[in-house]
């Protein structure tokens, strides 16, 4: 079983920054790749930004140059670093991981519970 646990969400003014943190645990054997997902109300779940175990980054064109995705020393963590931050990011943040887990090795996705973030004055 593996779960995702992310935190740091909250309320913040536009032009302001928070910082997301995600930690993995349970019967991982390796992470491929993590990433964040946000979903607005009455929209989609869209990507947010990804890292490859490689340190490959991949960001949606909306937050490049604002937000910044990195992996922790630990390499079951992840994180997300949201400056500048405007309205239009308000929205449910969801960790997500591509993670093989132990007994079968097999490769799955999983995802955390989500965390608020508010952006408005």
């Known amino acids: 079983q593996v779960q995702l646990v992310e935190s740091g969400g909250g309320l913040v003014q536009p032009g302001g920054s928070l910082r997301l943190s995600c930690a993995a645990s349970?019967?991982?054997?390796?992470?491929?790749?993590m990433g964040w997902y946000r979903q607005a109300p009455g929209k989609q779940r869209e990507l947010v930004a990804t890292?490859?175990?490689?340190?490959?980054?991949l960001y949606a064109d909306s937050v490049k140059g604002r937000f910044s995705i990195s992996r922790g020393t630990a390499e079951n963590t992840v994180y997300l670093q949201m400056n500048n931050l405007e309205p239009e990011d308000t929205a449910v943040y969801y960790c997500?991981?591509?993670?093989?887990?132990?007994?079968?090795?097999?490769?799955?996705?999983?995802w955390g519970q989500g965390t608020q973030v508010t952006v408005s004055s």
């Open positions: 349970g019967s991982i054997f390796s992470i491929r790749a």
């Open positions: 997500n991981g591509d993670i093989r887990s132990w007994p079968r090795l097999g490769l799955s996705t999983y």
């Open positions: 890292v490859s175990s490689g340190g490959n980054t």
